[in-house]
């Protein structure tokens, strides 16, 4: 089996993931006690008018009708229509779907570039001023709420300084670079203190490798032992992690959204939760779980090209 | 009055109305004016400018026609306390056309602006949607055929330029506006007319067709006129008929789109027009180029985005990516001071009818007792609550009824803050050595927290154990639907000035148990009866002062306070203005460039 | 075929299945981290325990005429919005959020540990079925995952013990699923096989015992993650009930007057990233002492 045999079984085992999803998804958010119906009208509605929403959302029917009614449509490949915003999920899912990619691959960058050169140094250099500085600093950040990272950041550079704007997304994709900036630092920093960690211990693991000695007794220059033995081996942890972390992302930016009032999907469904709104739960869960399972297929792919050791 | 002042001076004018027509003892004045902000050595002044005014309220005799001695301000309104505004001679006489704007445009034309607030409207379909987040925003998009003035206090033309009552109380004929357009050029028709109030009256959906019920008949005799006749006599009617949902939708565009499409696509007469609508997102309402007020609206845009987060809306203000903050509690009470001082921001606060209380479920033992109700009004410390919460911007509350609506007895004596009588009461009653009882809240509600738990230790002094329990705002309201709470914290503002709306929420059982409290008193719901179809505003007043005085008796809410509207806004903005009873008024909005 | 990730990095020891003890204490002194560590969280709880006799108000009591009022002498941490000492309700805070950590750790812990164990050993439909189970459990978002437990159950510290028990087991379960996988097959659990030892009974004796260690050192980090959870929670007002003093509630009731009192938001913040760091030291210094001899 190769590589491209591979993917597509791990593509294949996708569909029964999904299928799951669909249900844990379709029954727990109905399982949330309250009346959907009032969600969407208010207390002071009135009773014909509850259900009518009732019977338009196809609440009236029996569970199991209405779980196939949603897997039909999704064989369709039609994901529904918002019963809080009328239109269809997709249109305001997709955009705000954007924003928050937008965070996470904004994040994978900023946490690469905090994470490797620092890493790498903190290894080099073990056991130094610099080190245990890195070190110290990344246990602090590890464990600081990011909500209240976010404030800060808000406090000192947006309102103190005014470097960067407050909230918001920004127009252009170099506004949004600049709009984006705290947010996605706030995430890595809670990220890139792993991965340093990571780095920096698989880093020390693998120079005591005696493939590694061999290298250098073969006379090999420094670099190339550093980039092609050392650094190629010890990324594989780092690489995992970071990949397991942006897994984590999707759907976890919530909090950040919610600090910076970003239109992102995680807020979104966050308060889709609250608005009872069960199509956009459950087109926005199956999506981030979609994207959940590639990202995890592309970590190990990578991992597959960088562990010689790896078979399919 | 000049610029540093910070209070709206519309205020100010209504506030003095009030003062001279007896509405309101100089001792309210002053308390109220300071709630909203005016200094000192202003309110003297105005206390002596208006020197001598009386506490009894002495009602303007004439009703019609403008220029009575009693108008205090310019322009031509005339102030008619605690009148019903028609019929009051009940010799048929027409309403002259009062100017339905006080002052010219001041402010400069053009330009757009930017204001944010933390929720989205949902529903902007007069009829079947609920909750201030649409009303405030599609009132400036409809109009109807009465507007109530800037004071809340009186009745103006709207559509109709004047209207006229038969001697029998039961045939309104209003003769309408010529000329007026829809934003999209059409003309307004009287079939537009009819079939909006009849849609507004007959759709079972909506939870506002009680303000309609007794209307029999509408008619167009002409292409002028509008006849409505009423199955009995009626005396909130044309109060009802200036309620959002009467607003006047074109016929022709609910035919084309379908009037599902309402909930998000206008077509209406008012000085905006909706242009765009990104759910969740922002909606932009650009100048109606064809309304019938000229020189009006003075802006070409507004732009209302969605900030959920009060730091964000905030920073963004005083950064000046937005020109203010306007969504309903928006603004925390606590940055006021702060916003008041930073010099490009102004804070204005406006009169409201936002009235904040706590339904207690009278069918849970033991607030069953009127005896323990009692108690907890006494023992619940509103000074403190307004100081510490609300940092001083609200006014203790003492009534059902809003402070300074139509019929609000302002000298009702209802619960200062007394804990010796409240352990007095609560050892008259069944529970004398206190008991537990849960105090439900909305979660994520930072406010109804902090008086939560303000309340638990007030409370705990009577030996009344408060388990505060924050609910998701669906469980929440669906618990307050089904009864399934014993405390609740909740509020009202009033859509119209005659209290028939409160008292039909909180009096008469119909529609919400009376606030799902449970507590009905025959003899208040016949008080209520008789108050809509008595038009004579003395014999008026007397029976909602009675209502009043049962209502607090019998204690089936804690009364607590009512709070003004707060708005925060750049400088650069100008006349703004937030009507009383809840909506934005932007027709005379403008911005500096 | 499956990366496992938990194969290249586990920590399983000897290959004599039993640990040598006379040198794990001189390790474990030697060992900065886990003495600094252990020795501060001991501290910690000591000072949650005598919460209060430190404290020099009563966490609940309202003081009216003291709002936000800055640190001073008679409150070290300040007052907040309803004039409660801020410096106590952080003492007695620590009770809380301690407690939280840890209940919530314990129910993953537990259920990661069987699911895992029974994955890893067995094998088969075992295997399967529950990786299945993982699967789906993990490409689920997990906030939004836990939320909607949460509210399903409605807002509380209860009903977040729930949630994560039911989400966050998935990563015990590879852990230990993975130590187990390579263990299995090593000489020693041939051998007690061999003299007829039941299936519980290596896996009592002689599998859990090694392959335990990378979860607890995980659990470490989890726990300073669910005290952060729990302020999450409450920032997005699903957490604790007010009047309770939990350093995340305290975060969020402080998030609007972060600007004109900063101290109300700031200071249980700074509890939670101590407590964080503590955890953390215990963490890295468990990983240390755990790790196979370097030659």
Redesign the interface.
């Known amino acids: 089996m190769g590589r491209g045999q591979y993917i597509l079984r791990r593509l294949v085992q996708m569909i029964p993931v999904l299928l799951g999803i669909t249900v844990i998804v379709f029954f727990l958010i109905r399982a949330i006690p309250g009346d959907p119906a009032i969600a969407m009208l208010g207390e002071r509605a009135t009773e014909p008018a509850l259900e009518r929403m009732r019977h338009a959302m196809g609440l009236d029917k029996p569970l199991y009708v209405q779980y196939a009614y949603f897997m039909r449509d999704l064989a369709k490949l039609d994901l529904g229509k918002s019963t809080r915003y009328g239109v269809p999920v997709t249109e305001i899912l997709f955009t705000r779907l954007r924003v928050s990619l937008f965070v996470v691959v904004y994040t994978t960058v900023l946490t690469t570039l905090l994470s490797l050169p620092l890493g790498i140094l903190a290894a080099l250099k073990k056991d130094s001023l610099f080190d245990n500085i890195v070190r110290s600093a990344m246990m602090v950040t590890l464990v600081m709420p990011s909500f209240w990272v976010g404030i800060m950041f808000i406090i000192l550079f947006s309102v103190k300084l005014g470097i960067f704007p407050v909230s918001g997304y920004g127009t252009g994709f170099l506004g949004h670079l600049h709009h984006l900036f705290l947010p996605s630092l706030t995430i890595s920093l809670t990220i890139a203190p792993i991965l340093i960690r990571a780095l920096r211990n698989s880093i020390l693991e693998v120079m005591n490798q005696d493939y590694v000695k061999t290298a250098r007794a073969k006379g090999l220059a420094e670099q190339s032992v550093m980039t092609v033995h050392v650094l190629r081996n010890a990324l594989i942890p780092a690489v995992t992690l970071l990949g397991i972390s942006i897994g984590g992302l999707m759907g976890g930016t919530v909090i950040t959204e919610k600090v910076f009032a970003l239109p992102g999907a995680g807020a979104l469904l966050i308060d889709s939760i609250t608005a009872r709104d069960y199509a956009m739960l459950q087109a926005g869960t199956l999506v981030f779980a979609c994207l959940v399972i590639l990202v995890n297929l592309a970590t190990d792919i990578i991992y597959s090209f960088l562990d010689p050791r790896v078979r399919f | 009055m000049g610029k540093d002042y910070l209070v709206n001076e519309r205020w100010i004018d209504a506030l003095t109305a009030h003062l001279q027509a007896g509405h309101l003892s100089r001792r309210d004045f002053v308390k109220r004016a300071t709630v909203l902000g005016l200094s000192a050595p202003a309110i003297s002044a105005i206390l002596v400018a208006c020197g001598g005014s009386s506490e009894k309220a002495t009602s303007t005799t004439a009703p019609s026609t403008g220029g009575t001695s009693a108008t205090p301000t310019s322009g031509g309104v005339t102030i008619n306390q605690n009148v019903t505004p028609t019929a009051a001679s009940g010799s048929g006489s027409a309403v002259a056309a009062l100017s339905p704007t006080a002052a010219a445009p001041t402010g400069a034309a053009g330009g757009a602006v930017k204001f944010s607030r933390q929720v989205d409207a949902?529903n902007l379909d007069p009829v079947?949607q609920?909750?201030n987040i649409n009303i405030w925003v599609f009132m400036s998009i409809y109009d109807q055929l009465i507007r109530v003035d800037e004071k809340g206090i009186d009745l103006l033309p709207g559509l109709a330029t004047d209207w006229s009552v038969s001697a029998d109380n039961l045939t309104y004929t209003f003769n309408i506006r010529e000329g007026v357009k829809y934003s999209d050029g059409s003309d307004l028709k009287m079939e537009d007319i009819t079939w909006s109030i009849e849609r507004a009256r007959d759709t079972?959906?909506?939870?506002w067709n009680f303000t309609l019920v007794q209307v029999k008949d509408v008619q167009a005799p002409d292409d002028k006129t509008i006849v409505i006749t009423l199955n009995q006599p009626w005396s909130p009617f044309l109060s009802d008929i200036s309620m959002f949902n009467s607003s006047i939708v074109s016929k022709a565009f609910a035919d084309k789109v379908g009037v599902a499409a309402l909930?998000?696509q206008c077509m209406g007469t008012g000085p905006f027009a909706l242009k765009d609508w990104k759910?969740?997102?922002a909606m932009t309402l650009v100048k109606n180029a064809h309304y019938w007020e000229t020189g009006l609206p003075l802006l070409d845009q507004i732009t209302l985005t969605v900030?959920?987060?009060?730091?964000?809306?905030i920073?963004?203000l005083?950064?000046g990516?937005v020109d203010g903050v306007i969504g309903q509690g928006d603004v925390?009470f606590?940055?006021i001071a702060?916003l008041e001082k930073d010099p490009k921001l102004q804070v204005i606060k406006s009169l409201s009818t936002y009235n904040n209380f706590m339904v207690l479920q009278t069918q849970h033992t033991p607030l069953d007792d009127v005896d323990v109700r009692q108690a907890l009004n006494y023992a619940t410390d509103k000074q403190?609550i307004i100081?510490?919460?609300l940092f001083g911007v609200a006014e203790e509350s003492n009534s059902f009824m809003p402070n300074g609506s139509l019929f609000w007895n302002a000298d009702q004596v209802a619960y200062p803050f007394d804990l010796d009588k409240a352990k007095e009461a609560i050892g008259k009653s069944k529970s004398p050595n206190g008991f537990d009882i849960e105090i439900q809240t909305r979660?994520?509600?930072?406010q109804q927290?902090?008086i939560?738990?303000?309340i638990?230790?007030m409370w705990s002094k009577i030996n009344v154990n408060v388990?505060?329990?924050?609910?998701?705002?669906?469980?929440q309201?669906?618990n307050?639907?089904d009864e399934k709470f014993a405390i609740q914290i909740t509020g009202w503002t009033n859509d119209i000035i005659d209290p028939d709306e409160i008292v039909s929420y909180a009096i008469l059982p119909e529609?919400?148990n009376n606030y799902h409290t449970g507590w009905i008193d025959q003899h208040a719901i016949d008080l209520a009866n008789q108050g809509r179809t008595e038009h004579d505003p003395d014999k008026r007043r007397a029976i909602y002062y009675e209502i009043q005085q049962i209502h607090r008796d019998a204690a089936p809410w804690v009364y607590l306070y009512v709070v003004p509207y707060v708005d925060a806004l750049s400088k650069k903005v100008q006349g703004f203005f937030h009507h009383p009873m809840g909506q934005f008024d932007f027709r005379k909005t403008s911005i500096e460039s | 075929m499956t990366v496992d990730t938990s194969q290249t990095m586990s920590l399983a020891g000897s290959e004599h299945g039993v640990r040598k003890p006379r040198s794990a204490w001189d390790r474990a002194r030697r060992n900065r981290n886990l003495m600094l560590g252990l020795g501060l969280f001991a501290l910690l709880v000591l000072i949650a325990i005598a919460a209060p006799l430190l404290a020099p108000f009563d966490p609940f009591a309202l003081d009216y005429g003291n709002t936000l009022q800055p640190p001073s002498l008679a409150h070290l941490f300040g007052t907040d919005h309803l004039g409660r000492d801020i410096f106590s309700r952080v003492l007695f805070g620590a009770r809380i959020d301690l407690r939280v950590g840890i209940i919530s750790v314990i129910s993953p812990f537990i259920i990661g540990m069987v699911l895992g164990s029974l994955a890893g050993f067995y094998g088969g439909w075992a295997d399967t079925y529950i990786m299945r189970l993982v699967d789906v459990v993990q490409a689920f978002p997990f906030l939004i995952l836990v939320i909607a437990i949460v509210a399903v159950r409605g807002p509380g510290l209860q009903n977040m013990y729930i949630a994560v028990a039911l989400v966050a087991w998935i990563v015990y379960a590879r852990l230990v699923r993975g130590e187990i996988l390579v263990e299995k097959n090593k000489e020693y659990v041939q051998a007690a096989r061999a003299i007829g030892s039941t299936d519980w009974r290596i896996m009592r004796r002689h599998l859990l015992p090694n392959v335990i260690t990378t979860s607890v050192v995980y659990a470490m980090a989890d726990i300073a993650l669910y005290i952060l959870l729990a302020a999450a929670l409450s920032f997005l007002g699903l957490g604790a009930k007010p009047p309770t003093p939990e350093w995340g509630v305290m975060i969020t009731e402080g998030r609007q007057y972060i600007t004109t009192a900063w101290w109300i938001s700031a200071l249980p913040g700074l509890a939670i990233v101590l407590t964080g760091i503590i955890l953390s030291l215990i963490g890295d210094g468990l990983a240390d002492f755990l790790r196979p001899e370097r030659r």
């Open positions: 949902e079947i609920d909750g079972k959906e909506s939870p909930v998000d759910k969740a997102e900030v959920p987060d009060v730091n964000a809306q920073l963004q005083q950064g990516e925390p606590n940055r702060d403190a100081k510490t919460i979660s994520g509600n930072d927290s902090a939560a738990t303000v638990k230790d388990t505060i329990s924050p609910l998701e705002a669906t469980v309201r669906q307050y639907r529609s919400t």
